[in-house]
Nanobody, 118 residues
Framework: QVQLVESGGGSVRAGGSLTLSCVASVTKNVMGWFRQAPGKEREGVAA????????WYVDSVKGRFTISQENAKNTIFLQMNSLTPEDTAMYYCAADVQLGQKWSAHHWGQGTQVTVSS
């Protein structure tokens, strides 16, 4: 079982920045970040393949969010800039992410809340 522990969420004003961190007991294939806003489906936001460093982003965050890794510590990060109220959601770290038209994953963290005020 993969254990994922997120940190770094919080409240910020529009235009601000936050960095999320996720420590994994083991990195499992593609790692990534998802988010779920109230009343909406969970959606994939960014993903990274630790072996190569290849990254993927959903269109709504391209140019604003950056996913990165620190392999020695089994840690991935999500740097979020130019945040808007539409980015408000619970953010989940995920392992063994399945990319495609709709992303999914086999392992999930408990989530960290990000709230952006206008």
């Amino acid at each position: 079982q993969v254990q994922l522990v997120e940190s770094g969420g919080g409240s910020v004003r529009a235009g601000g920045s936050l960095t999320l961190s996720c420590v994994a007991s083991v990195t499992k294939n593609v790692m990534g970040w998802f988010r779920q806003a109230p009343g909406k489906e969970r959606e994939g936001v960014a993903a990274i393949f630790p072996l190569t460093g290849s990254t993927w982003y959903v269109d709504s965050v391209k140019g604003r969010f950056t996913i990165s890794q620190e392999n020695a510590k089994n840690t991935i990060f999500l740097q979020m800039n130019s945040l808007t109220p539409e980015d408000t959601a619970m953010y989940y770290c995920a392992a063994d992410v399945q990319l495609g038209q709709k992303w999914s994953a086999h392992h999930w963290g408990q989530g960290t809340q990000v709230t952006v005020s206008s």
